[in-house]
């Protein structure tokens, strides 16, 4: 085992005290963490950021084409057209949201 796995073991750190600032208010390097050890949530926030809205992403892309097509079958009386067409480009879009991750 490594030294910062070691340390991530001992629980969580303190965050550096404002005794631990320097007079311009950055922290001292002696309470500073290290880039590998200190920043476990932060980097672990940046690599499932992508994914925290793919349901909103996904419902959106997939039920708004359809939606919109059905409003506008309704007021031109045009049914299923424009629902199908709808549900064509809400699948292609949900198909490339996917795609993108």
Known sequence: MTAAHDSEEAGPREPPSLSDSTED???????????ESGSSWGRALRDIAPYLD???????TTAGPPGLGLVVDLWLQTTPWFLLGGCVVGLTGAVLQLKRL
Do not use: D
């Open 25 to 35: 208010g950055q922290a001292s390097p002696a309470g500073h963490q290290s880039e």
């Open 54 to 60: 793919l349901g909103w992403r996904l419902a959106a």
